[in-house]
């Protein structure tokens, strides 16, 4: 998978399944007009069930969990019309998101996970601009107040 460093809502996410469609598409990012088509990541492909799982930690704390469910490519975007589904934190999931959290220098951050076929759960990205509203239509706490909470002690610190 090649994906921008700056994005959202799966724009210029692709999977790069052979040589001739990486050359392509680097081809194609060295030529445009922003820099930043020019700075990308790379990421493993995981082979998983049409679905990921989104956590939003507050601080260092799980505060809500949903999977996002395909809507028949290999994007689980919300913007995309993936379907929000409550998700339990389990223990797993909840060790894995304070480790990534707190790698990351903690806040509010939406940390996303797969279930890998053979390795089990895996996080494959940490967002520092989160977005919740697919979240919060089937999330079992109030997201947006438990983030103002934790912005109001963070500055009164």
Not at 13 to 27: G, H, I, N, R, S
Not at 58 to 84: H, Q
Not at 95 to 112: E, P, T, W, Y
Request: net charge neutral; charged share 30%; aromatic share 6%.
């Amino acid at each position: 998978m090649i994906k921008p460093v700056i994005g959202s809502w799966g724009r210029g996410v692709m999977p790069l399944k052979d040589k001739d469609t990486m050359e392509a598409v680097f081809e194609i990012r060295d030529i445009t007009d922003s820099p930043h088509d020019r700075i990308y990541y790379l990421q493993e492909l995981i082979k998983r069930p049409p679905r990921d799982i989104r956590v939003i930690t507050v601080g260092d704390e799980p505060i809500a969990a949903m999977y996002r469910k395909s809507s028949g490519g290999f994007k689980t975007n919300i913007a995309l019309g993936a379907d929000p589904e409550l998700c339990v934190i389990t223990k797993e999931m909840e060790d894995m998101a304070v480790k990534a959290s707190k790698a990351m220098g903690s806040g509010i951050l939406g940390i996303d996970m797969m279930e890998d076929d053979e390795r089990g759960l895996v996080v494959h990205e940490v967002n520092n601009t989160v977005e919740f509203k697919g979240l919060a239509r089937v999330a079992q706490r109030n997201i947006p107040k438990k983030m103002v909470e934790y912005a109001l002690s963070y500055v009164r610190k």
